[in-house]
C-alpha cells in the first residue's frame, strides 16, 4: 500500500511537472514580429547610413502597398513605431487624421507602414514606444567614443566601424528589387547578428577607467530594455500579436529580449513577407 502511494505521488509529481513546463515553455504568450528597417526618410543619424530611393515614387508606392498587404496577413493586434513616448498624444493626432483623410503621409516608415496597415485593420491608434534621452553624466567625456577614439589611436577601429564596404553583411541597398524582399534581407538572423556585432567594436573603444564605447553601448542596451519594457506592458493578453517598426540596429536586442524573458513567441520576418 505504501509503495502504491509513492507510485501515485511520483505520477502526480511528474503531470505537475510537465504542465507546469508546458506553460512556460509553449505557446501562451503574444506573438512579436520585429521589423528591421533603413529608415525610409534617410535622416542620417547613424554611424553608415544608406541612401534610400524615393519611397513616394509610383514603383515604390505600390510595392509598399503589397507590403502592407504582407504584413495584415500577421494580424498584428498592436503595432509599435520608432517615436518617442512623451509624443503619443501628437502621433495619436496625426493618425486620426490620417484616418479622416486629412494628413498627407510623410516618408517615414512610421506614417508609410505603420499609419497604412493600422488603417487597414481598424486600429484606433499606434503606439510610441521610443527613449532616446540623455544617460547620466556628461555626454562628451563619458559617452563620445568617436572623438575620443580619433584622439587616442583607435583610428582603425573607427573606420572599420564606419566602413560602407564592411555594413554590406547586413546593410544591404534597396536597388532594383522590392521593398518586401529587400526588408527580408535586412531582417536575416545572420544580418541582424552581423549588425549587432558591431556594438561590441564600439564597447573596445577607450582605455582605463576612461572606457566611452562601453558607456555608448550600456546606453544602448539600456534605450532597448526601455523599448522592451513598453512591447510587454502594452500586451493585454497572451492572443496578441505586436508588430514593432524600427531601426535594423534595434532589432537583434529587442528579439534577444522576448527570447530571454519568454515575454513573446518570437515571429521571423521571412515567415510573414513572401516576396
Known amino acids: 500500500m505504501e509503495k502504491e502511494s509513492h507510485l501515485l505521488l511520483l505520477i502526480s509529481w511528474i503531470v505537475t511537472t510537465i504542465f507546469s513546463s508546458s506553460a512556460?515553455?509553449?505557446?501562451?504568450?503574444?506573438?512579436?514580429?520585429?521589423?528591421?528597417?533603413?529608415?525610409?526618410?534617410?535622416?542620417?543619424?547613424?554611424s553608415i547610413n544608406i541612401e534610400i530611393d524615393d519611397i513616394l515614387s509610383a514603383r515604390r508606392q505600390s510595392e509598399v502597398l503589397a507590403l502592407i498587404d504582407e504584413l495584415a496577413e500577421f494580424k498584428p493586434t498592436h503595432i509599435a513605431v520608432e517615436v518617442l513616448s512623451q509624443s503619443q498624444d501628437d502621433l495619436n493626432e496625426r493618425y486620426a487624421r490620417y484616418r479622416e483623410g486629412e494628413y498627407e503621409l510623410t516618408r517615414n516608415e512610421s506614417d508609410q507602414i505603420g499609419f497604412r496597415l493600422a488603417a487597414k485593420l481598424g486600429h484606433h491608434q499606434i503606439y510610441a514606444v521610443d527613449w532616446n534621452d540623455n544617460p547620466p553624466g556628461d555626454i562628451d567625456a563619458d559617452y563620445d567614443w568617436h572623438s575620443y577614439g580619433l584622439a587616442n589611436g583607435f583610428e582603425a577601429t573607427i573606420d572599420r566601424i564606419t566602413d560602407p564596404e564592411a555594413a554590406k553583411e547586413y546593410y544591404v541597398e534597396l536597388g532594383s528589387q522590392t521593398v518586401s524582399a529587400w526588408l527580408k534581407q535586412l531582417n536575416n538572423p545572420d544580418a541582424l547578428a552581423a549588425a549587432h556585432k558591431v556594438y561590441f567594436d564600439i564597447a573596445m573603444i577607450g582605455r582605463g577607467e576612461e572606457l566611452l564605447g562601453a558607456n555608448w553601448v550600456g546606453t544602448w542596451y539600456a534605450r532597448n530594455l526601455k523599448i522592451f519594457s513598453r512591447l510587454v506592458k502594452m500586451s493585454e493578453s497572451p492572443s496578441d500579436r505586436v508588430l514593432v517598426i524600427y531601426g535594423q540596429g534595434h532589432a537583434y536586442l529587442l528579439r534577444q529580449f522576448a527570447q530571454e524573458s519568454e515575454e513573446f513567441n518570437i515571429v521571423n520576418v521571412d515567415s510573414v513577407l513572401k516576396d
Do not use: E, I, T
Open 24 to 46: 512556460v515553455y509553449g505557446q501562451d504568450r503574444p506573438d512579436l514580429l520585429v521589423l528591421g528597417m533603413a529608415h525610409f526618410n534617410n535622416p542620417g543619424r547613424d
